[in-house]
């Protein structure tokens, strides 16, 4: 089976609709009711949720509870920038709450993930993080946050390689029809955004599906601890 964090929205909500499609089991996790309930409606069903908050180890139990098969793969969507929206942090208390809630959104909830689910994963089981692009620029506490997960998978790919498990992270450019900007992108700034790509084009979920698939399947088998960047060539790496 496949279990796609995030997968109610998104990204996740892309990769878990295909994997679906493909025939595969997929459980989908996130936080709000209305978003998982709208992905398992979409496939009549076949596509099951639970609903969890995976920065907190009782949403990491209530995630691997779920589980009853071994798992395939990990698609670690869940994640965001809390600082998108929000007031700007006016206290030092405030500026630690804004720390630590970048980070549990991103990093103790990949690793919180990771860790429950540990047990049931099969050799030659795949895992794919999520960073961004923003590790490369900065921006605030996400950038920092994203990059943690970078160096996590890297750090998760040494560790699990032996059992055979496969850990990559896709870091990607802007990409539309998500809910990540909370309703504050604008025309001008996403056609700025698209102007910094190469291609000249924004992108969008299904753009990040090819990848993830990828990276789960066998034909992946010899790519482990990468950071590869889905951004239409916004941040070139070599
Ligand atoms: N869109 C972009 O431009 C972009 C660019 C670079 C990287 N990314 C990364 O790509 C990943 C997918 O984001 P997206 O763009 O698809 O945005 P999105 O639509 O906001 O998806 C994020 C999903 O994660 C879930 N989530 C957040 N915190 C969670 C938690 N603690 N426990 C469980 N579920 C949680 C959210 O649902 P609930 O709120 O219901 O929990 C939501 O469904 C994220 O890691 C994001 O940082 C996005």
């Known amino acids: 089976m496949y279990i796609v964090t995030g997968g109610g929205t998104g990204i996740g909500r892309a990769v878990a609709l295909s994997l679906q499609s493909r025939g595969e089991d997929v459980l989908v996790a996130g936080r709000r009711r209305a978003p998982l309930d709208d992905v398992a409606g979409d ?22 509870a ?22 700007e942090a006016s206290t030092l208390e405030a500026e630690a709450d804004l720390v630590r809630e970048t980070l549990d959104s991103n990093v103790t909830s990949a ?29 605030g506490y996400y950038g920092p946050a994203k990059a943690a997960v970078a160096s996590y998978a890297l750090g998760l790919a040494a560790s699990l390689g032996p059992r055979g498990v496969r ?27 698209r102007a910094g790509t190469t291609l000249g084009r924004t992108g969008v979920p299904d753009d990040v599906v090819g990848l993830t698939e990828f990276l789960l399947s066998s034909r992946a088998q010899h790519i482990t601890g990468q950071n590869l960047h889905l951004d239409g060539g916004a941040h070139p790496t070599r």
């Open 43 to 64: 496939t009549g069903g076949a596509v099951r949720t639970v609903r969890c908050d995976l920065s907190t180890p009782d949403g990491a139990r209530t995630l691997a």
């Open 111 to 139: 690793a919180l993930a990771v860790s429950a689910l540990s047990g049931h994963l099969t050799a030659g089981a795949s895992i794919v993080l999520f960073g961004s692009i923003a590790a490369e620029h900065g921006v």
């Open 167 to 193: 850990v990559n992270c896709i870091s990607p450019g802007y990409i539309a029809e998500t809910e990540f900007f909370a309703g504050t992108m604008t025309p001008e700034r996403e056609a700025e955004l």
């Open 66 to 87: 779920a589980v009853d098969t071994d798992v395939d793969g990990l698609v670690h969507c869940a994640g965001g920038n809390p600082a998108i929206g929000g007031p």
